[in-house]
Nanobody
């Protein structure tokens, strides 16, 4: 069992930066691939970024602006976001999974409660 708690969301202006954190608990948390997804009102949940032990993967929409990283000693995953735009406004979810395509929500067995990111123009 893995519990995930996101933090770091908030209200920012276009062009600002924000860093999200996801703290994982559970004995085997560090063995999971970790992903970030987001969901805007009226839209489906979409893949943002994922990281295996050390290899990152990104959605095309965030490449060059978002950076995913993990600190396995702290069981924490981060999502550094720069050059934010109103289109990035969504609830951001952290997820943990082991096998399958990292860009698909069905790969992930555990999810956090989400943190709201709102970007004003």
């Amino acid at each position: 069992q893995v519990q995930l708690v996101e933090s770091g969301g908030g209200l920012v202006r276009a062009g600002d930066s924000l860093r999200l954190s996801c703290a994982a608990s559970g004995r085997t948390a560090s063995t999971y691939a970790m992903g970030w997804f987001r969901q805007a009102p009226g839209k489906e949940r979409e893949f943002v970024a994922a990281i295996t032990w050390s290899d990152p993967y990104y959605a095309d929409s965030v490449k060059g602006r978002f950076t995913i990283s993990r600190d396995n000693a702290k069981n924490t995953v981060y999502l550094q976001m720069i050059s934010l735009s109103p289109e990035d406004t969504a609830v951001y979810y952290c997820a943990a999974g082991r096998t399958g395509r990292l860009d698909r929500p069905t790969t992930y067995a555990y999810w956090g409660q989400g943190t709201q990111v709102t970007v004003s123009s």
